[in-house]
């Protein structure tokens, strides 16, 4: 299995809501990561988890809630998110060590209303 | 800071032609550097890696330090290569992406 799995493929939800984009990946990685990628924009780093640990975060609002259970599986938990959130938001995972290619999942196309 | 920069928004080609798509780099160490591809409704995937020099679909890039550029060519382009492309550069963890370049190649 050399995918990264992401659920829903798409999300609309009301600015006041509570909800979580999922990851999954079986191929041993250790690092994932949430990107944000807005339309015709390259992606943009979001959170990088090591080891089920948070390592990075890119000075991301706190309306966005990353989450990493296990070494299998990442989420990424939002609340009262605002309309220039919308974008697609992209998982990743790779191993966990310098120069290795990073695999990405589908995406989730999240629309804020 | 690391940066990735991608001149060209979009370029067109015929099928046959040559194809470069530029990209630099700003970094002060040992660059890692890839080219991404995402084809129309599809996700983002490796297209190849300058440490492992490899060719990809016809596809080759090559390092170079003085000029700190990556740039990814293709001595004869086919419809099917029409994607957008992203250069990107691999330090601590981060992926730095350029802006990405779109290749249309016409028939």
């Known amino acids: 299995d050399t995918e990264v799995t992401q659920t829903p493929k798409h999300l609309v939800m009301g600015m006041t809501n509570k909800k979580s984009l999922k990851c999954e990946q079986h191929?041993?990685?250790?690092?994932m990561y949430w990107y944000k990628q807005k339309a015709k924009k390259p992606p943009e780093l979001m959170f990088v988890y090591s080891y089920e640990k948070l390592s990075i975060n890119e000075s991301v609002p706190s309306r966005f809630s990353p989450e990493c259970p296990n070494s299998s599986l990442l989420n990424l938990h939002l609340h009262a998110l605002q309309p220039e959130d919308s974008a697609l938001y992209l998982c990743a995972s790779s191993l966990d060590r310098p120069n290795t290619e990073a695999f990405f999942g589908q995406g989730t196309r999240l629309t804020v209303v | 800071a690391q940066r990735v920069t991608q001149p060209e928004k979009l370029l067109s080609v015929f099928k046959g032609a040559p194809v470069e798509l530029k990209c630099n780099y700003s970094?002060?160490?040992?660059?890692?550097l890839f080219w991404y591809v995402q084809y129309s409704r599809q996700r983002l995937q490796l297209l190849l890696r300058h440490i492992s020099r490899e060719s990809i679909k016809g596809f080759t890039a090559d390092l170079n330090k003085g000029e700190t550029s990556f740039h990814l060519k293709k001595p004869f382009a086919q419809e099917e290569d029409s994607a957008m492309y992203y250069c990107?550069?691999?330090?601590?963890?981060?992926?730095?992406f350029g802006s990405g370049t779109k290749l249309n190649v016409k028939p």
């Open positions: 191929m041993g990685h250790r690092a």
């Open positions: 970094y002060s160490g040992s660059p890692e």
């Open positions: 990107a550069l691999e330090y601590r963890y981060k992926f730095y």
